[in-house]
């Protein structure tokens, strides 16, 4: 006999995942037109541009009801509540498309160019569950491009899908899957080139690798995080001489210490430069211990491994060739590469003035970045933008790799200028790292220094980047000339021109952090700010700051202090710039540097979209968002190694009266975005409800909705030890303690988004037949226990036969949790719609008898509304239609009796 869920061992929680994206082709029907709707001026325009061109499909009236959303961060509030306008004056089964442009970055695009408009997101959520009628598509389209072709295909799709995203002209759909794991190499790998007899290109594949033992001099680093640089990628299209291995840059730790190196020591954490093409791509590197340097303190490992090669081309090139200096201005030819985004840093770090040029693909997200645009690095156009920039006279420098384009690098210069072109081999003037690392060691060690003292006080930023971990697809075979498509995401990214900075390949677990320098916490006197503040200073860190608009009572500050703990409480509100700049003035001057960030400062708005509006919106954003981005602005300076967001899962799961709140993570995860695609630390977790704190603040009823759905709340020890674990990720986590088969079973059928965790939940029920042994009274009596259970009542009795469950107290809570209880005592699945469909103890008995019983025919109109999925509705047989018009009136009976009695 088939197990119950009941019966069924609970998985091994809590439960951590991912939201990732899969390429997903729309499917073809019939195109429908569209009621476009704009939420402000900005998106007025693109309205206005889409209806003039295509007045056919785009207009003041249409099947689909299409809002755009406005960018502009300080506006989302009020985009929202004209959003949620809209919304409440929609039919029952309209569809609804909520439209963002560059909010999130599928295809492993580093970039998230949009300033705002991610909130939308979160409040789809909340959409979804209160409005289940509707048909709800979240669509974000690419901003480098024009989105007509991409709305087009929309309208045109009538499949399930819930959330799509556009880039580069393909469109990728939201997945929500469990945490992949790193699975590095159980021995010591290294990726190398492979030829083949027919192929014009190269490949790579993974061999073993010998360790070699260091000699004098020398160290052996293990390996946590490598990079390949551009002329890995000439290599493999045979225009470039193959060399033994792969990449120059690596960062890890220090394996092995040969005679005579007396600087680094077994465990120390390093970076280093692997010249003449011994390859950094490997587990474990042996060199010379004087191109190895103590790994930068406010940058991981994934990040260190980004810059060696960059930054130190950039520095010899300015610094110490062109001399560059303050007040002057530079010229960077291909901005988006990792030695043009060096050359920004280093140029606005003395004081120069930038103009740069980089490929159309990536000219919008480098202009999100800051960086001034003057023109296309596929052209000599630039030489004349250059100098109309700077009223005829020219620029003091130009570096980049101009190679055909050096005769207009020339042009844009001065009299007096100084061109860098990294394209020079074997010519005078050439930039050449091997040279100056094998050749001339003293010149090479005062580059290096100087590079590491300035990114490890923080005067330069890390370097924007993409990790990419190691698995089977970092290899592939031998290529034929102007073939990609098999290249692996490593090399893949750098290909399509369209990913500003380096890709890194993850070999190893990042180890845990030191918690040394200054932690910054707020919230601290939030529930969760407590226990996280005590859980900082238990694991090291001796240096904390308290923010909070309410102070820390003297005995928890002198309990910190009895650990050896330096507490300052700094009570104030996180959205007073000026208070807040005044603090971190305080503590760059008086305090160990800044070298962590944790953000739990939130307030929760528990209320109906009906009754929200934009200053509601912008309550809840005040404390979680504006303080987040201040945060962001303020830290900038300082070496923070770990900028820890606490999100939620509202933000990707339906929740039902958390609008504003869902919306207000949603932006936080998209600050959490931007700052990765700056080079920035940044994580944001989206974090189930924890037993304190704001999951408990949002009462008893929230406490049971997510009960009901199989949610439990963190224990205190599960949320520390999770937080350990996600602090210094790279990525946005989803954590909660979770039985996803009690989440599907409510569900009743899980749309697209949530497939990949069906299919991992094959013990998961899904015949629809249980295989209990009840008769029809035992069925009965287990009914009705269950409902007088639910109420509240002593006695089954009390419950009546044929009254509906809504004049017995049934309110909607209640009936998705009896929906649930049934659903785990029978072994079947029941949506939480269930008592609307068979709203008395007489017809909810008949019903489930039939669907306990084999034999049974099916009943003639077993009609379910599935809340995640209103167009399951359409599925009805030819015939039912008198039969729905009935049963919406009954929901909406029963909704009006509900929000009466709340």
């Known amino acids: 006999?088939?197990?119950?869920?009941?019966?069924?061992?609970?998985?091994?929680?809590?439960?951590?995942?991912?939201?990732?994206?899969?390429?997903?082709?729309?499917?073809?029907?019939?195109?429908?037109?569209?009621?476009?709707?704009?939420?402000?001026?900005e998106t007025e325009t693109l309205a206005t541009r889409l209806m003039t061109d295509r007045p056919e499909r785009f207009g003041a009236s249409g099947t689909v009801t299409a809002l755009l959303m406005e960018t502009d961060p300080v506006a989302e509030p009020a985009a929202l509540a004209h959003v949620l306008t809209a919304v409440h004056s929609l039919p029952s089964a309209a569809r609804l498309f909520l439209i963002?442009?560059?909010?999130?970055?599928?295809?492993?695009?580093?970039?998230?160019?949009?300033?705002?408009?991610?909130?939308?997101?979160?409040?789809?959520?909340?959409?979804?569950?209160?409005?289940?009628d509707l048909a709800v598509r979240n669509i974000d389209l690419d901003p480098t491009i024009d989105p007509l072709p991409a709305l087009l295909a929309e309208l045109a799709d009538n499949g399930s899908e819930t959330a799509s995203a556009w880039r580069n002209g393909q469109r990728f759909a939201a997945r929500l899957q469990p945490r992949q794991p790193l699975e590095p190499p159980a021995t010591p790998m290294r990726l190398i080139y492979s030829a083949h007899p027919e192929g014009e290109g190269l490949g790579v594949r993974a061999?073993?690798?010998?360790?070699?033992?260091?000699?004098?001099?020398?160290v052996e680093i293990a390996v946590i995080a490598a990079a390949p640089n551009f002329r890995d990628l000439l290599v493999i299209h045979d225009r470039f001489p193959a060399t033994p291995g792969l990449g120059a840059d690596c960062a890890g730790r220090i394996a092995t210490v040969g005679p005579g190196v007396a600087d680094f020591a077994l465990g120390d954490p390093v970076i280093a430069y692997v010249p003449n093409g011994q390859g950094s791509l490997a587990t474990h590197v042996t060199l010379p211990a004087r191109l190895t340097r103590p790994k930068p303190a406010p940058l991981s490992f994934t990040a260190a491994a980004a810059v060696p090669v960059?930054?130190?081309?950039?520095?010899?090139?300015?610094?110490?060739?062109?001399?560059?200096?303050?007040?002057?201005?530079?010229?960077v030819h291909a901005a988006g590469s990792g030695v043009g985004l060096a050359a920004i840093a280093i140029a606005r770090l003395i004081g120069a003035r930038v103009l740069a040029t980089a490929s159309p693909a990536k000219q919008t997200n480098l202009i999100a970045l800051g960086i001034p645009i003057i023109g296309s690095s596929r052209d000599g156009a630039f030489a004349a933008a250059a100098r109309q920039a700077t009223e005829g006279r020219g620029v003091d420098v130009a570096i980049g790799a101009f190679d055909a384009l050096a005769l207009a690098a020339r042009e844009s210069l001065t009299n007096s200028g100084r061109l860098i072109d990294l394209t020079r081999r074997g010519q005078p003037g050439e930039i050449d790292l091997d040279h100056l690392a094998t050749q001339e060691p003293d010149a090479f060690a005062r580059l290096f220094d100087a590079v590491t003292e300035a990114l490890d006080d923080g005067r330069?930023?890390?370097?924007?980047?993409?990790?990419?971990?190691?698995?089977?697809?970092?290899?592939?075979?031998?290529?034929?000339?102007?073939?990609?498509?098999?290249?692996?995401?490593?090399?893949?990214?750098?290909?399509?021109?369209?990913?500003?900075?380096?890709?890194?390949?993850?070999?190893?677990?990042e180890p845990p952090l030191a918690l040394t320098g200054t932690w910054l916490v707020t919230g601290a006197s939030g529930a969760i700010g407590v226990v996280l503040a005590q859980h900082l200073a238990a694991r090291g860190a001796r240096h904390l700051v308290l923010l909070d608009r309410v102070a820390p009572p003297s005995e928890r500050l002198a309990a910190l202090n009895a650990q050896g703990v330096e507490a300052l409480p700094a009570v104030l509100d996180i959205t007073d710039e000026s208070a807040m700049t005044a603090l971190f003035a305080q503590v760059h001057a008086e305090w160990p540097p800044l070298t962590g960030i944790v953000h739990t400062a939130a307030i929760t708005d528990d209320a109906p979209l009906a009754e929200l509006n934009a200053e509601r919106f912008a309550q809840v954003f005040r404390p979680k968002v504006e303080g987040a981005r201040l945060l962001d602005r303020l830290s900038r300076g300082f070496p923070v190694r770990i900028f820890a967001l606490f999100s939620s899962v509202v933000s990707v799961l339906p929740s039902a009266r958390q609008g504003a709140y869902a919306a207000a993570n949603a932006a936080l995860d998209h600050l959490a975005r931007q700052r990765r695609a700056l080079g920035l630390p940044a994580t944001s977790i989206h974090w189930g409800p924890w037993a304190m704190g704001i999951g408990h603040s949002m009462g008893q009823r929230a406490e049971a909705v997510w009960r009901s759905w199989g949610v439990q709340p963190l224990t205190e020890a599960a949320g520390l030890a999770l937080f350990d674990d996600l602090m210094s990720g790279d990525s946005d986590p989803i954590a909660l303690d979770i039985?996803?088969?009690?989440?599907?079973?409510?569900?009743?059928?899980?749309?697209?988004?949530?497939?990949?965790?069906?299919?991992?939940?094959?013990?998961?029920?899904?015949?629809?037949?249980?295989?209990?042994?009840?008769?029809?009274?035992?069925?009965?009596?287990?009914?009705?226990?269950?409902?007088?259970?639910?109420?509240?009542?002593?006695?089954?009795?009390?419950?009546?036969?044929?009254?509906?469950?809504?004049e017995q107290g049934l309110d909607s809570l209640m009936a998705t949790e009896l929906a649930a209880?049934?659903?785990?005592?029978?072994?079947?699945?029941?949506?939480?719609?269930?008592?609307?469909?068979?709203?008395?103890?007489?017809?909810?008995?008949?019903h489930l008898l039939t669907r306990i019983t084999p034999t049974a025919p099916p009943p003639e109109a077993d009609v379910t509304i599935n809340a995640a999925h209103p167009q399951a509705a359409e599925e009805l047989e030819e015939g039912a239609d008198d039969l729905l018009n009935q049963l919406e009136d009954k929901l909406a009976s029963i909704d009006r009796m509900l929000e009466q009695n709340r």
């Open 460 to 509: 330069l930023p890390p370097l924007p980047h993409e990790t990419v971990s190691w698995n089977k697809s970092v290899q592939f075979p031998p290529l034929k000339k102007g073939e990609t498509e098999q290249l692996p995401q490593l090399f893949h990214r750098q290909i399509q021109g369209r990913t500003p900075g380096r890709v890194c390949l993850r070999l190893a677990e």
């Open 310 to 331: 960059a930054y130190l081309t950039a520095w010899h090139g300015l610094i110490e060739r062109a001399q560059l200096k303050a007040g002057e201005t530079v010229l």
């Open 1 to 41: 006999m088939r197990s119950s869920p009941a019966e069924q061992p609970h998985p091994a929680l809590p439960w951590i995942g991912e939201l990732v994206w899969e390429p997903t082709p729309t499917t073809e029907s019939t195109p429908a037109t569209c009621r476009l709707l704009a939420t402000g001026s």
């Open 739 to 806: 039985d996803w088969r009690r989440y599907l079973v409510q569900m009743g059928d899980p749309p697209p988004w949530l497939s990949a965790i069906e299919e991992s939940d094959s013990k998961l029920q899904t015949s629809g037949e249980s295989q209990l042994p009840l008769t029809p009274e035992t069925l009965r009596a287990l009914i009705q226990d269950t409902v007088a259970r639910v109420l509240g009542h002593a006695e089954p009795t009390a419950i009546e036969s044929d009254r509906p469950f809504s």
């Open 100 to 132: 963002t442009r560059g909010v999130w970055t599928p295809g492993a695009d580093v970039q998230a160019v949009a300033k705002g408009g991610a909130g939308l997101w979160g409040l789809a959520q909340a959409v979804r569950a209160e409005r289940a």
């Open 821 to 846: 209880t049934l659903s785990t005592a029978l072994g079947i699945r029941l949506p939480g719609t269930l008592v609307y469909n068979y709203p008395t103890l007489d017809a909810l008995a008949a």
């Open 207 to 218: 061999v073993p690798l010998e360790r070699r033992a260091p000699g004098p001099g020398e």
